[in-house]
């Protein structure tokens, strides 16, 4: 992780692909210190970027956001990484310090509070979790989030049908342990959204 730079990236990957996902930014210095060129190459080919940098374990949040945000699609922080990274705070300070630089929107998640949708013009949509009174793990919650947005970003639903997604998919993560234990295939999904939830995923799609 630490070695990969985007000279090690095959060009053809940006020309293949629709969608890329970066995550665990901080944790691949390599990547971080070459994030402008990626970006820029998925941009001219046409390819859009979601975004989660998660905790920087140095703390130090090293991250130019008038750079990087207006070449990324959506960005995914959670609330914690998102006033550490804009030294904000409350979460309306942090939101306000980066939503100038928003290409489309900003998804933000706050745990057992929901999550807050901020698109580019300023528009904002706060829905609340769907809480699980007995949550096995909630390890992987967020990266599920993340999944179940970007599953429904691609096939070009709206952002708050995305986020709704995502919503639902972070909630199923807490059913199982190890962040993917409750995905096993899509009737278990289905099951368990039903069960634990009483939503039907096929009403969501």
């Known amino acids: 992780m630490e070695q990969l730079h985007y000279a090690d ?61 207006p070449l990324v699609d959506v960005f995914m922080p959670n609330e914690s990484e998102l006033k550490a990274l804009t030294c904000s ?27 807050i949708l901020v698109a580019s013009d300023g528009t904002r949509r ?6 699980n009174p007995h949550a096995v793990d909630t390890i992987g919650a967020g990266d599920s989030f993340n999944a179940g947005f970007v599953s429904r970003f691609i096939r070009g639903a709206s952002l708050e049908a995305c986020q709704d997604m995502g919503n639902i998919m972070g909630a199923i993560s807490t059913t199982a342990a190890g962040g993917t234990g409750a995905f096993a295939d899509r009737e278990s999904i289905e099951r368990t959204a039903r069960q634990h939830f009483a939503i039907s995923i096929n009403e969501v799609l």
């Open 9 to 69: 990236l095959d060009p053809e990957l940006f020309r293949m692909t629709r969608h890329i996902h970066i995550s665990s930014l901080f944790m691949q210095p390599g990547l971080l210190a070459d994030i402008g060129p990626i970006l820029r190459a998925a941009h001219d080919n046409g390819v859009t970027v979601s975004l989660d940098t998660q905790w920087d374990p140095s703390e130090t949040w090293k991250l130019d956001c008038r750079e990087v945000l």
């Open 89 to 115: 705070t409350t979460l309306d300070e942090a939101i306000d310090r980066v939503r100038p630089f928003l290409r489309r929107a900003m998804v933000v998640k706050c745990g057992s509070r929901g999550s």
């Open 126 to 131: 706060a829905i609340g979790a769907l809480l």
